[in-house]
């Protein structure tokens, strides 16, 4: 199979099938918002960064069209800056469901305050990060490796913290801890598949 054929079908599959999902999912949290009053700060910038990232997707099928060249020649930067941020934004889901077993009472990273806050600085980092890494382009592997080491030690541990709190966790309904360990576990599986 050719390279542009490969790309033509991750297009395909990121234009009709994710895009579709990412909407239907923005939509359902809105309505969760209003229903249960969440925090969604985490999955509202998470669904964004996918959304970028589903967009980014089309300069890589219209390459060949030198009208467009210009206008699409930053889209890998954008795409990895994305990417970034959607393994920080799942870092920041998977720390603040680890909190609500092991640590109740530290809510700070719960409040919208404080999302909104460390959802602004994840954005900047992201957004840093990546085109200092191109610029830098002799640090490009360290960073690369530091961005795919440290999301699975975070991961694993909240995950392994989160399984040891359980029993202890008597003022969390039994259905909301198998989301919270069924969400770390999803964003566990999805990160592995993902690297």
């Known amino acids: ?7 033509h079908v991750i ?3 990121n234009i009709y099938v994710c895009l579709p999902l990412t909407m239907a999912v923005s939509c359902w949290v809105c309505f969760v918002v209003r229903k249960e009053q969440a925090p969604i700060t985490y999955y509202t ?3 964004f960064s996918n959304l970028v990232q589903c967009s980014m997707m089309i300069p890589f099928i219209v390459q060949g069209n030198s009208e ?8 890998p930067l954008i795409f990895c800056c994305a990417v970034i941020a959607s393994v920080n934004f799942k870092m920041c889901i998977a720390t603040e469901r680890c909190l609500v077993i092991t640590r109740p009472q530290w809510n700070c990273i719960r409040q919208t305050k404080g999302s909104v806050l ?3 600085l994840v954005w900047t980092l992201s957004v840093i990060t990546v085109p200092l890494a191109v610029f830098f382009y002799v640090i490009i592997l360290p ?15 909240t995950l392994v913290w989160t399984l040891k709190a359980l029993p202890a966790a008597t003022s969390v309904p039994t259905e ?3 989301r919270i360990v069924g969400t770390l ?3 566990l599986l999805n990160y592995c598949v993902m690297f």
């Not at 960073?143 to 541990?157: D, G, K, T």
């Open 118 to 120: 460390l959802s602004v």
């Open 176 to 178: 909301e801890k198998r």
């Open 143 to 157: 960073v690369l490796i530091f961005f795919a080491l440290v999301p699975s030690f975070l991961f694993i541990l």
């Open 45 to 47: 910038n998470l669904l």
């Open 11 to 13: 297009f395909l599959i």
């Open 185 to 187: 576990v999803l964003l």
């Open 1 to 7: 199979m050719e390279r542009f054929d490969v790309i």
């Open 68 to 75: 467009l060249h210009g206008v699409f020649q930053y889209s």
